[in-house]
C-alpha cells in the first residue's frame, strides 16, 4: 500500500523552504556594507556578487520547470537543500570576493529549485479553489519572509552581531523544510495541461509574449534594484535601511493577499501602467528625501512593485496560454537573470557618482548620502521606460475579451 500524502506538511515544508528564499534575499541586502567593509570590496564587486543571487535563481528555476514531470519535486527539492547548505557555509567561510561570488551562485540554485518545485507540487497537492488559495498563501511567504529577515537583520546589527552570525539563521527555516520533507510522499506530477515544449516554445515567439519578455527585464530590475541596494544607498539617510525594505516588503504582501478585487478593478494592463507610475515617484523620493520622509517615499514604492510581478506572469497566463507553464517560468527567469544583469551596472554607477561627489569636496556620511541618491536618480530610467511600454500595451489590449483576469493575477 503506497505512503498517503500529507498535504499540510508538504504546503508548511514549502513554505519555510521559500523563508529560506526570503532571509537569504533580505539578510544578504543588510549585511552589504559590512562585507564591502571586511574585503574591502568596490560597490561594483558587491553588484557582481548580488548578480549571482539572481544568476543562479532562473538557472535552476527554468531547469527544473523542464524536468518536473520527469523526476518530480522530490529530487529537485534534494538539489535546493545540497545547494542552501553548500551555499550558506561557503558564504561564512569564503574569505574573500571570490567564495563571496561562488557561495552566492549556490544559494540562488537552491532559491530557484524552490520556486521550480513547489509551486507546481502544491497544484498537484490541492484541487480548485483551495488550490488557488494554498497557492496565494504560499506566495505570500516571499515579502513575508522578507519582512521577519530585515528585522532580524536590524536588531542583530544593532546588537553587534557580525555578518557570520546572521548568514546561520538562514540556517534555520532550511533545517526546518527538510525535516517537514523528510520521509514524506510526493503528488506525482499531472500531465502538463497546454500543449508539448515544442507548443509552448511555438507560442513564446508572438509579439506580444516578446513585447512581456521585454517588459520583464524592467519590472524585475524597478522592484528588485532599490530594494538590493536599500542598506548601502539609505544608510546614511537618517531612516533605517531595514526598517524601509521591510515597510516595502510588508506591503507588498498585504497587496498580493488583496490582488484581486484590485485587479478586478483595474484590469491587469491598468495596474502595470498605473504601477510604473508610482515606482518611478517613488524612487525619485528615495533620490531627494532624507529622514523620517524616506518611509512614505517606501510606502509609494510599494504601492508600485507590489503587483509587478504576479500581474506580469498572470498575464501571460491569461493571453499566451499555450506558452503554457514553461511561458511562465520563463517570464520569471527574465526578471532574474536582468536583475542579475544589472547588479554590477548599479554597482558601477555608485562607485562612479562617490567619485563625483567627493571630487565636489564632500566627504564620510555626506559623501555616502549624495552619490547614493545620485545612483537612485538613474534608476528611475527603469519604471520611465515602462510607463512607456505599458501605455502601448494598455491601449494595445484595449477591447480585447478578458476572461477570469482577478483568479489569474491573484495566483
Known sequence: MSQPINSTRLFNASCFALITTAFSFSIRAGILPQLGTEFNLTAEQLGFINSMFFFGFPI????????????????????????????????????????????????????????????????????????????????????GGIVVGSLISKFMTDFGFGWQAQIWVIMIPTIIYVFLFFGQAFPKPASEAVGSIAENVKAMFSPLFLFIFFCMAFTAISEFGPQQWTGMIMSKSGASPMLILALV????????????????????????????????????????????????????????????????????????PLSGALGMSIIGGVGMLSTSIFQPIIGGWIDADTAEKAAQGLTGDELALAAGQATLSTMIAFPAVLIVAFGILFFWMKGRKVENTAAVAAH
Open 60 to 143: 535552476s528555476m527554468v531547469i527544473g520547470g523542464l524536468v518536473y514531470r520527469s523526476v518530480g519535486p522530490k529530487t529537485i527539492m534534494q538539489v535546493a537543500f545540497v545547494s542552501h547548505i553548500i551555499g550558506i557555509v561557503m558564504t561564512i567561510y569564503s574569505g574573500g570576493y571570490t567564495g563571496l561570488l561562488i557561495s552566492t551562485f549556490f544559494i540562488g540554485i537552491g532559491n530557484g529549485c524552490t520556486e521550480a518545485a513547489c509551486n507546481p507540487m502544491i497544484a498537484d497537492a490541492y484541487t480548485g479553489l483551495k488550490m488557488n488559495k494554498m497557492l496565494n498563501r504560499f506566495h505570500m511567504w516571499f515579502p
Open 249 to 320: 516588503t510588508g506591503l507588498m504582501a498585504v497587496m498580493r493577499f488583496f490582488a484581486a478585487p484590485v485587479v478586478k478593478l483595474l484590469g491587469a494592463t491598468g495596474i502595470l501602467w498605473t504601477a510604473s507610475f508610482l515606482t518611478a515617484i517613488g524612487i525619485y523620493l528615495f533620490s531627494t528625501v532624507t529622514g523620517p520622509a524616506a518611509y512614505f517615499a517606501a510606502v509609494i514604492f510599494a504601492l508600485g512593485v507590489g503587483l509587478f510581478w504576479p500581474t506580469m506572469v498572470g498575464f501571460v497566463a491569461q493571453y499566451v
